[in-house]
């Protein structure tokens, strides 16, 4: 005879999600997806970045959100898509000074 064990039922309640577009980019861990470090350095390196360059990309797209938090309305957009945004402009003048180093 097979032993099968037997599963405690859950009784507590996970959390509830936050309304759609209210979460602040601080906090956009969890149900909504990867925290938004992550999401950026992975993209960066996703793209072909070195992990310098991929850290590099996570500095200047947190920093640029800091900049222009004040200017984001997200009846337009979320946060997670303008962080993209922001991160894949980063990527991309990562690549054009990688190209004025290796054209000296």
């Not at 309304?19 to 980019?25: D, E, L, M, Q, Y």
């Not at 993209?84 to 402009?89: A, G, H, S, V």
Request: one cysteine or more; hydrophobic letters at 35%; glycine letters at 6%.
């Amino acid at each position: 005879m097979r032993l099968v064990p037997q599963l405690k039922p859950q009784t507590s309640n996970p959390p509830p999600r936050p309304p759609r577009g209210t979460s602040a980019i601080a906090g956009a861990n969890g149900p909504e997806g990867p925290n938004l470090p992550e999401l950026i350095y992975c993209e960066a390196r996703r793209s072909g970045l070195t992990d310098a360059e991929a850290r590099n990309v996570l500095q200047e797209t947190l920093a640029s959100v800091a900049r222009h938090i004040a200017a984001f309305n997200p009846i337009i957009n979320s946060h997670k898509a303008r962080v993209l945004t922001l991160t894949r402009w980063r990527i991309v003048d990562q690549f054009r000074k990688r190209g004025k180093k290796r054209a000296r």
